[in-house]
């Protein structure tokens, strides 16, 4: 569907197709969505929705008669809605749909056993223990489930687990033992992600859809763009391996994203990087160290403009290279 689009599009911009033409051109190629296909996603949508909503129920009926129940109470009730949750999941092997929505609420449901544990019980554990604990949990369900939006899920779980473990304890090295620790850690494991993400799509193991891996792309790239602008943020830089792993991300991003899985989003938030690093370093020189002057903010609003419009540029030119 994305590739016939694509090609719509590209026929239509070297008018290819006659403007009095893209409507039937439209139809011929089937992206117009008909009446059965708003039906079915009108009903994938309420139960999805209702899915959800009854986890979410859970929560709030024993948030709201917490003084009401006994400690076993609350425990039978989030436990009956897991078991009935992995039950449906069970029942329903041959409709993918309900099978994801009864584990993506089981999962959540996971959560709220956990919270009220930890509440009941008054354990004391740090909260990256629960995230992490979670996501162990509720690991097999993810790995059958093999959902896209399930996975982002888990991922979202460890990436809150390992950010509050590491902001709790520092990093295990001395170089990574300071307010960064957090950032290398998503740096880390969203790295990891997205290669064995990019590695299981490619080898059809998992769903083609790019919203995940541009996701996964997007939690690797904020945390170095952020450590690197941290260590220019420093009044006296220091030696970093930050200033050889992002040039080496920079490499890898634009020749895996051009040459081996054409991406033109990867592409594009390296490009955002970059010009967020190279305007961060002008702010440093011109406002903080240098001579404060009316003109510079200006010269940097120029600066941002030219780097914006250089991009555009060099990625309108590579998508008539790549996709056209």
């Known amino acids: 569907m994305a590739s016939s689009r694509r090609e719509l599009v590209s026929l239509i911009e070297q008018s290819v197709i006659p403007p009095e033409q893209v409507t039937h051109a439209i139809e011929a190629a089937g992206l117009r969505p008909s009446p059965r296909d708003w039906a079915i996603f009108v009903d994938r949508l309420l139960l999805w929705l209702g899915g959800l909503a009854l986890a979410f129920a859970v929560l709030f009926f024993i948030a709201y008669n917490w003084l009401e129940m006994e400690r076993w109470l609350r425990f039978g009730v989030v436990q009956a809605a897991v078991l009935l949750a992995v039950g449906i999941a069970v029942w329903a092997k041959t409709r993918l749909t309900l099978q994801r929505v009864a584990l993506t609420s089981a999962t959540l449901l996971v959560g709220v056993l956990l919270a009220l544990f930890g509440q009941v019980y008054q354990t004391g554990a740090d909260p990256w223990q629960l ?3 979670w996501a162990l949990l509720t690991l097999p369900w993810v790995w059958v489930a093999r959902f896209e939006l399930l996975w982002v899920l888990w991922l979202g779980l460890l990436n809150l687990a390992i950010g509050l473990y590491f902001r709790t304890w520092g990093g295990p090295f001395g170089a990574l033992a300071n307010s960064d620790a957090a950032l290398w850690g998503l740096l880390g494991i969203n790295t990891l992600a997205l290669i064995f993400w990019e590695w299981g ?6 769903g083609e ?10 939690g690797s790239g904020v945390p170095v763009t952020l450590l690197l602008m941290s260590l220019i943020a420093e009044m006296q830089p220091m030696w970093s391996s930050v200033l050889v792993i992002y040039p080496l ?3 890898a991003l634009y020749t895996g994203y051009r040459h081996w899985q054409p991406d033109l989003f990867m592409i594009a938030g390296g490009c955002v990087s970059v010009i967020a690093v190279a305007t961060w370093l002008l702010a440093r020189y011109w406002l903080w160290e240098g001579e404060w002057q009316a003109g510079s903010l200006l010269f940097m609003a ?23």
């Open 209 to 218: 859809g790019r919203w995940a891996a541009r996701l996964l792309a997007v």
């Open 249 to 251: 991300w920079l490499v």
């Open 131 to 133: 995230f992490f604990i």
């Open 201 to 206: 799509a490619y080898s059809g193991r998992w």
């Open 302 to 324: 120029i600066a941002v403009l030219a780097m914006g419009a250089g991009a555009v540029i060099w990625l309108k030119r590579l998508h008539r290279e790549t996709w056209q």
